[in-house]
């Protein structure tokens, strides 16, 4: 048992908060995250040269990590400081191409931008109700359907898309050229897109890609766990700084037993939610990743909540405003639940795992 | 990072799951098991079992005869004889004076009581609480004056779990009333066959007889028997609250509880399907589950650092707040199984052939209420977090 990172992992972290710190601080990050394309292509280039996407792949696919605790670690530092650049779809992307073992080298040096794109807007998170279909043509196939909530589709150059075929989700690499796409900043920052595909020329990677998509999903859903957990220490940290320094009646409101409590409750919730988030990484590589990660996505999206809406309740107005950070923060930590899966679709599959016993 | 637990670690717990196998009656685990009373007979066997394998004084240093386990060992220990329906520890003596005079007596006390403990010839109960000073332990009144080689006692303590089978107690008393609150307090040993002691059992709010209040009227104790310095208590008090917070997340309990749980809404049908089928009950099950795994592996990150740092720290307290919830949450879930059929009082089935829901689920209802103590007892939850509001928090 041992809860240290690896010396490697942790020059990582320290390296891309100091990066992040420095370079990348909330001010810069709110002028990219809220405007078309959601991206700093000279900072996401500085960031790939640290190994941000490097660590997302191990060593016989050309990366320098790719296991549970790689992912963690990087977005645990993306989270911290609310990072917008599109490295969700990459880490699912890389997943997907050391799966079928495709070259991922462009992925990793950050010279070409990859987008997953799985859910449609009648079925967000599903693997068993996309409706895009793939025909053979030719010598290859076209994709036709439409893909929603791609994130980092608004400046992907390749996406990787989910496609029924003979039955089976399968799947394929559409070229962000062929596609029609409609990009757009979302409301905690950073972008996704809608990617509209009618008979689009599609490469075929693999045929019955159920498993891998399933895999790439479960990273994805790590990422977002472990960027929760950053962006929650944060926004605590942030709201005990307020505690101590902000005085009414004549003293500081972390005097007040009634806010040191709800802020303690915020710690455990945290610390439960870094434990999860251990554990969910621990296993993704594991038979049983799936339930591990929707335990871990279930709990964070109640802690997330949680953390941000008492925030922004004992921050007093100041954190309804534009310009302090904790805004920011409050609103990513809500809206990612919505990405990958919300608390009740994971409470769902590990209610599942119930009726199976 | 490793979550897995090394091969000898590995290889100890196997040994401790054989040795229970082997050597727990099996009476003894159905007593366990199905929510019946714990009869001290049975409790002094048990501890004379562990005893013998030398297994008994899990938090002792090998000096003092304990196995000089690392915290993992012991979180191990517990976790398997959980586990085996084991009955849990008395730690009166075991595991909070025995570290106290390990740390604070002479070594004439040690030599003297730390057997006893072991062997059995002393039980012991807590002389901590009183009346008037429960969260707030350090306003206790129980006065002890010195007159020559004895100490006159007088006062009243209570929550005095299990007092009814103990021969010897060890109270917290003011020494000097003059003193600063948390000044004046001596650690002092108590044999309760002394005249002027008077032993009162509470009835909990199930019906059960688990605690007692004392009464002490112009009790004369030797000073030898006070710990430590006198006026100097308070740091004993502290340490061994200290002492009572580890393992306090009840990890093996909870995970106890939460297989007779789905044992239970497997069993029970309701709306035609097994109620672990019922999407709302179901969702109830996971969601207490997904808790206590995150409660596993935040149990273990403190095991981890209290291993690497010699001490477990102040954020004990997050494991004794959300681990109570959690156990509570699922002692609340077996009663809700049960439905109407956990209504009966206990005791209260005369023909003793009828059973009355799955075996040993009967007692749900009262184990649901009496377990609404566990985030009252060993400081509050809500006294933990003025702790981690000091200590982590720094507000």
Known sequence: MDFNLTEDRRMLQDSLNRYLGDKYPVDHRNKVAYALPCHDPDKWAEMAELGALFALAPEDAGGFGGTGFDIMVVFEALGRALNPEPLLGAAMASRLMTKIGADQEVLLSGATKYAVAVGEVEAPYDLDSITCTATAKGAGHVLSGRKSAVYGGQVADVILVAAML???????????????????????????????????????????????????????????????????????????????????????????????????????????????????????????????????????????????????????GIAMTWEYPVSHYAKRLVMLDAQLGDTDYHLSRVMAGLKAA | MDLSFAPEEIAFRDEVRAYLAENLPKRISDAVRNGGEQTKEMLEEWHAILNRKGWLATTWGVDFGGPGWTPVQKHIFEEECCRAYAPRIVPF?????????????????????????????????????????????????????????????????????????????????RTDPAAKQQEGISFILVDLATPGIEMRPIRLIEGGHEVNEVFFTDVRVPVANLVGEENKGWTIAKFLLTHERTGIAGVGFSMQSLEEVKALARKIRRAGRPLIEDPLFAARIAQAEIDLEAM????????????????????????????????????????????????????????????????????????????????????????????????????
């Open chain 2, 93 to 173: 003596g075991l595991n909070m004076l025995g570290p106290v005079l390990q740390a604070f007596g002479s070594k004439e006390q040690q030599d003297y009581y730390l057997p006893r403990i072991l062997d059995g010839t002393d039980w012991w109960c807590q002389g901590y609480s009183e009346p008037g000073a429960g969260s707030d332990l350090a306003s206790l009144k129980t006065r002890a004056v010195r007159e020559g080689d004895h100490y006159i006692i007088n006062g009243q303590k209570t929550w005095t779990t299990l007092g009814q089978h103990a021969n010897m107690i060890f109270c917290l008393c």
């Open chain 1, 166 to 316: 003979d039955g089976k989700p399968a799947l394929f690499e559409v070229q962000a050229s062929d596609a029609q796409i409609a990009g757009y900043p979302m409301m905690d920052g950073g972008g996704a897109a809608e990617v509209l595909l009618d008979d689009t020329p599609a490469k075929l990677l693999m045929a019955d890609a159920a498993d891998a998509l399933t895999d790439a999903l479960n990273a994805g859903t790590l990422a977002l766990c472990a960027e929760a957990v950053g962006a929650m220490d944060v926004t605590h940290a942030t709201t005990l700084d307020y505690l101590r320094t902000r005085k009414q009646f004549g003293v500081p409101i972390g005097k007040f037993q009634v806010l040191q409590h709800r802020a303690v409750d915020m710690l455990t919730e945290i610390e439960q939610s870094r434990s999860i988030t251990i554990k969910a990484a621990s296993e993704l590589d594991g038979p049983d990743a799936s339930r591990f990660v929707s335990m871990a996505k279930n709990l964070i999206g109640r802690a997330a909540r949680l953390v941000a809406e008492e925030a922004i309740q004992m921050h007093g």
């Open chain 2, 296 to 395: 596993k592996i935040t149990n273990l990150r403190m095991l981890f650092k209290a291993q690497q740092q010699g001490a477990p720290g102040p954020e004990t307290s997050i494991l004794k707040i959300k681990g109570t919830v959690i156990h509570q949450e699922l002692k609340d879930l077996a009663r809700r199984a049960l439905g109407p059929v956990a209504a009966p009082f206990p005791g209260s089935m005369t023909d003793g052939n009828i059973m009355f829901g799955p075996e040993g689920t009967a007692n749900n209802a009262a184990r649901y209420f009496n377990n609404r103590k566990t985030s009252i007892f060993g400081g509050s939850n809500e006294i933990q977090r003025n702790i981690l509001t000091k200590t982590m928090l720094e507000l």
